[in-house]
């Protein structure tokens, strides 16, 4: 059998191991294990959220209604934008595969900031497009712009706040860079984590609205972060109808399932549990920025639900990560994104506590 | 912005109507609505299924275990294969997408018959393939061999049972043609069905073991049908390692959501829910092949878990199919499909009751 040849540089992308994989592998009792590795929601599922998932259970034998009219009318009203300038995708990560299926092609390119979230590469690969990446993982202007005018790509991704490394762009940084790119390439502006970014600075605020204007940009968000639905994979893109219908000719029929548009419409409305995560998250936060200078290390100034920990060449982030696994503490280790670093999801106080707990005793 | 060509070739594949819809348009009491127009199961949610949904219900924030140890394990005792036979798809439909895009482009074409699933053709599309079609919907096997000798298609798709006519293909004929397909060409058995097929007769039952002997052959199946959970989207592929891992490479992390994987898991060892489906189903459709015999209509003889009505000139299915939808009645008219048919899920004795005495009343 003969592939695409695509498939030949396709690396797969690398989830956290699972709770269940440290229990098996390690033999440690499960509630021993603290897993702050993938950016979970460390309240859990919201009441509201598990309460719609209770009422339609006895709904898993019933299609979605896939023109998901209930669940885009609450984004609508949320963000003051119109239906159709919504999809849904199974997480954010689905309108990253649309768009990329929908644009992409051997011919062309995409450009990102040196260290961001690994799924632009992977779908960009698999489409056979040719990745450009800043120096840093920090979007500057300069940086972009001058691989914007050699490679003219067809998609930019701006990754504000940042993933795995927790910095952001301010508003009007994000706005003069759409500004200044041409209409031939679409913008992509993930705001994944913006809700925490938003709450922190205002500077840093960016809102689907703010972008609408730009028929070639489109804004990103999730439920899977801030309204803790990480495990149902709800997303969406929001622009202008010409984008958006362009992307829903690459959406499979009932990309979503019952359950997850159930829980996502509930948990669009269920303002207070955001807010009680971000006031939780912004608590304990002080705690890992206070950890890190009492050790001597420092850390990227975080606009997201996870704080990032670079270290010097006294302390390897592969040798530290190795050790928190083997007493049940999984983290991020960054080393495969070229940094020696590691990236640690804020947990409520009890996980943290374990957290400081061992890495302090791997520090003495 | 200019898009892959691919898209204006793209039509996007309608879902039947959901209840809600018809509730708003036709201002009928949703209690009186009956749909029987996706091929849902009657029965509902099995009690198993229902059960682990709501013990998983507080961990909607929790990202599943992407390595679907468990479900894999489950289905590889249930079919006596190898973990590393499987992969998992939101829905089979997703594993189609997968090997649509491993293995179509532009140069390459797909064969299928002259009436079957739908989004075999609209996944070659957005690939840019070209599509065959035999004449008829049945699979025979010199109308597959004449358009396999003459276009040497990629794909080959042998839907059985086949989905809108309900009619299957023995399994002598399957593997008859698997014969005579070179190795190039990658055979998909679509067993979305199977389940009824294989209860009916069993000369129709194909098994994924029963075809994992050919390397370019992969068996499709979902718990979308039998095992009730149309709503949750999983199914999957089984072939032999070398195809699962290519098809691996289009997979994107966590295609399966939390609660999703929970429900696959608990309706995989529910094999009383599948016996009280079958049975159901057996017991009710002979109903409606009384009917169509008393009406003076046709069908095609079933081994799904609907049937076909298929009219002469003196009836029209979107006249019948628009006059039951006013009256709350949702089938599936199969019109643009180039058949003057209509298929109808078969229901639970109250729901046939209603339809059949709708639909009486349109007859006198």
């Known amino acids: 059998m003969k592939f695409n040849r695509v498939l030949e540089n396709i690396k797969i992308y690398e989830a956290g191991k ?44 019933l299609y979605p209604d896939d023109s998901m009219f209930e669940l ?7 963000y003051r934008v119109n239906e159709n300038n919504i999809i849904i995708g199974a997480g954010s990560d689905q309108v990253l595969e649309f768009l990329s299926r929908a644009l ?78 041409g209409k031939e390439s679409v913008v992509v502006v993930d705001g994944a984590y913006m809700e925490y970014a938003a709450a922190k600075d205002a500077k840093y605020a960016i809102t689907p609205k703010d972008l609408l204007g730009y028929e070639n940009v489109i804004y990103l968000g999730t439920f899977s972060k801030a309204y803790g639905l990480g495990g149902m994979r709800v997303g969406y893109g929001i622009a202008q109808p010409e984008l958006i219908d362009a992307l829903y000719k690459m959406r499979p029929p009932f990309n979503i399932s ?5 829980a996502a419409i509930a948990a669009c409305g269920d303002d207070a549990f955001v807010a009680e995560s971000i006031a939780l998250h912004q608590e304990q936060i002080q705690r890992y920025e206070a950890f890190a200078k009492a050790n001597g290390f420092t850390y990227i100034e975080s606009y997201t639900n996870f704080i990032t920990y670079v270290f010097d060449e006294t302390m390897d982030s592969t040798q530290i990560a190795d050790a928190l696994l083997k007493r049940g503490v999984i983290i991020r280790n960054l080393a495969s994104y070229g ?7 804020v947990g409520t106080a009890k996980q943290n506590d374990v957290f400081f707990k061992h890495f302090s005793e791997l520090l003495v």
């Open 72 to 78: 885009k009318e609450a984004l609508a009203r949320k």
């Open 258 to 262: 019952t359950l997850s548009l159930a």
């Open 104 to 181: 992409l092609n051997e011919n062309e390119s995409v450009l990102m900031s040196g260290v961001t979230f690994a799924m632009y590469e992977i779908y960009a690969k698999q489409m056979g497009a040719k990745i450009y990446k800043t120096a840093n993982y920090a979007h500057s202007y300069d940086e972009f712009m001058e691989a914007y005018t050699m490679y003219r790509p067809k998609l930019v991704y701006i990754c504000t706040p940042n993933n795995p490394t927790g910095d952001a762009t301010r508003k009007e940084d994000v706005l003069r860079l759409i500004e200044a790119i």
């Open 18 to 61: 699972p709770i269940e994989l440290v229990v098996r592998e390690f033999g440690i009792a499960p509630d021993d294990v603290v897993k702050l590795a993938s950016n979970e929601n460390p309240i859990g599922t919201s009441p509201a959220v598990k309460q719609a998932i209770i009422e339609n259970a006895d709904k898993a034998h």
């Open 339 to 345: 940094m020696n670093a590691m990236r640690i999801t």
